[in-house]
């Protein structure tokens, strides 16, 4: 689901990395980004963050908008409308705000929420101009909101023939019912996709991308009171008005058990077993995620679900289980998922409600916990390298009110966390006895 996804989940580990130094010892600080923030005339959040380190600046534009803001007919027309942000504007086409990019070495994409630039430093004026330019007075030509269209449409057709999407779109729709925007998928469906007409796309447009639901972050060597006076005089037209805020039902965790399997002649099945998680400001958060690390994130699968399953039993060699995720500013969702042959379904299922089971009962050795809290603390620091990722922690931050003494404090809140806790934390948000479980492949074998 699009719950922020990187920014919410906050997660520098990947897993199935080379395994790295698990057990190492040494104890990293946390990280300190200072910042200056100011709030302009017309509402416009901006934050600024002074690096050194290279002649490099990244410029993140964010408006609050995505699939909670859409309605039910109308889904995926964020992600279109962010495919179209940079398809021209009133004084330029898309060939000459791409052209003139390139030509300083720069780097523009757009998504659902905005737009993100990449120049030397020296190029922040253009970099700040041409994010003004989309964001603010996109035209979105007719030609190429048919174009765009027709490659999202496709995009959704490559997802109903891949049986890992399909299983994964099906167990959202169990967890979240029929009422709340996640349990589809977060692209939308061909038959609203196919319907959404220009005149969607300039009225989602108008209705979120506004100066008072948006956020502008910029990281690099550059000096905050010439990024803010840039700033003022790229989006100082930005006009505020009023939003309306995203109808989201509450979602409950079910009390029962929910099945479902999608029937597709591939050789292997793919299977999602888990329930509704939570929010990225649940109180138990650093605790499951050192609890994830343990149960089924760890890298080079040296968590309890890839021994069990992967290296002791062979079933598969993608697995992995997690809750932290996916966690946003709506529940994500607790899962775990695996590849495997339709014969090994009745094993796979019970080997996920052992391990789940066993976390919520039995105390995590002291191994477990030191191998997960040394990784997570020591190598937080690695998602702080590129400006970019210095941009998409400070909107993090921004977005969620929190101060940046958050990254300093990070790693002793991952080492704060005890074996008990974990015991206890995953009693209360996993729950192995009502669970949805979906499935897409062969039903031969099983």
Same mark, same amino acid.
Do not use: A, C, N, W
């Given at each position: 689901p699009a719950t922020g996804g990187f920014l919410d989940g906050l997660q520098a580990v990947s897993h199935g990395r080379p395994r790295t130094a698990r057990g190492s010892p040494r104890r990293e600080r946390g990280v300190r980004l200072e910042t200056a923030r100011r709030v302009l005339a017309n509402g416009l959040r901006a934050v600024v963050h002074e690096n050194r380190a290279a002649p490099i600046a990244c410029v993140l534009v964010h408006s609050e908008t995505g699939q909670r803001f859409e309605p039910e007919e109308k889904a995926g027309i964020s992600c279109l409308v962010g495919m179209l942000l940079d398809s021209g504007t009133r004084e330029k086409s898309a060939q000459k705000i791409a052209g003139d990019i390139e030509f300083i070495g720069g780097a523009l994409s757009t998504n659902a929420h905005g737009v993100r630039i990449k120049v030397r430093s020296r190029d922040l004026v253009r970099a700040l101009d041409a994010a003004a330019d989309c964001t603010l007075r996109p035209i979105f030509p007719a030609d190429r909101v048919e174009l765009e269209r027709d490659k999202l449409l496709a995009e959704i057709q490559s997802e109903r023939d891949s049986p890992k999407k399909v299983a994964w779109h099906a167990f959202d729709h169990l967890v979240y019912g029929k009422r709340h925007p996640y349990h589809r998928p977060v692209k939308g469906y061909a038959e609203t996709v196919s319907r959404l007409a220009r005149k969607d796309v300039v009225s989602h447009h108008r209705t979120y991308f506004a100066s008072n639901n948006s956020i502008v972050i910029v990281s690099g060597d550059v000096r905050a009171d010439d990024v803010f006076a840039g700033l003022e005089d790229a989006f100082g037209a930005w006009r505020p008005r009023e939003v309306p805020p995203p109808k989201v039902p509450a979602v409950r965790r079910q009390v029962s058990v929910r099945r479902t399997w999608v029937s597709m002649q591939r050789?292997?099945?793919?299977?999602?077993?888990?329930?509704? +998680?939570?929010?990225? %400001? &649940?109180?138990?958060?650093?605790? /499951? *995620?050192?609890?994830?690390?343990?149960?089924?994130? +760890?890298?080079?699968? %040296? &968590?309890?679900?890839?021994?069990? /399953? *992967?290296?002791?039993?062979?079933?598969a060699y993608s697995v992995y289980a997690t809750i932290t995720q996916y966690a946003g500013q709506e529940p994500g969702t607790f899962h775990a998922y695996i590849g495997t042959s339709p014969e090994n379904r009745e094993k796979v299922v019970a080997g996920f409600l052992d391990e789940i089971r066993r976390i919520r009962e039995e105390r995590v050795s002291r191994e477990e916990l030191a191998a997960a809290q040394n990784y997570l603390a020591n190598h937080y620091v690695f998602g702080f390298e590129s400006n970019s990722q210095r941009c998409d922690h400070l909107l993090f931050l921004e977005r969620y009110g929190l101060d940046t003494s958050y990254f300093l404090e990070y790693p002793e809140r991952i080492r704060s966390v005890t074996r008990d806790e974990i015991r206890d934390a995953a009693a209360r948000n996993l729950d192995p006895d009502h669970y949805c479980l979906a499935i897409a492949g062969p039903r031969n074998g099983a």
């Open positions: 050789s292997q099945i793919h299977l999602y077993l888990g329930h509704l +998680g939570i929010r990225r %400001t &649940d109180p138990d958060y650093h605790t /499951l *995620r050192v609890m994830d690390d343990v149960l089924g994130m +760890g890298t080079g699968f %040296t &968590d309890r679900i890839s021994r069990k /399953l *992967r290296d002791e039993q062979g079933l």
